[in-house]
């Protein structure tokens, strides 16, 4: 794979990672805010969801990149250790945060190079 065409693959995933995480957060808050009972969880739930999906759109702008992909990947460890302790881990999660941090990596090889 040339360089040009691992860079293109490097885009479609940073885009496809963004945009998998911003729908999921959105059907995230939609699902805790439809509940009936709007408890302190799902106000938390959606207020989680909806920082999530706000930094999954700024992921995309090179100027912010950086800073929110480690929110992100903080999101994503503190979601999948609160997942473990109510026992329904959710292995998406360290791969989103794997993903976050790939692409970081490859931002920070290419500003280098």
Do not use: C, D, W
């Not at 969880?41 to 999906?53: D, I, K, M, R």
């Amino acid at each position: 794979m040339n360089e040009r065409t691992q860079q293109i693959a490097f885009r479609i995933f940073h885009y496809t990672l963004a945009l998998v995480v911003f729908v999921q957060s959105i059907q995230t808050v939609i699902h805790a805010t439809r509940s009936e009972h709007l408890l302190l969880h799902n106000t938390l739930l959606a207020s989680f969801a909806g920082l999530e999906a706000i930094a999954a759109l700024l992921f995309l702008i090179s100027r912010t990149m950086k800073a929110v992909g480690y929110l992100l990947i903080g999101i994503f460890l503190f979601a999948f250790i609160f997942h473990v302790l109510h026992g329904e881990p959710n292995l998406a999660l360290l791969v989103y945060a794997a993903g976050v941090a790939l692409i970081l990596a490859q931002s920070n090889a290419q500003r280098r190079g």
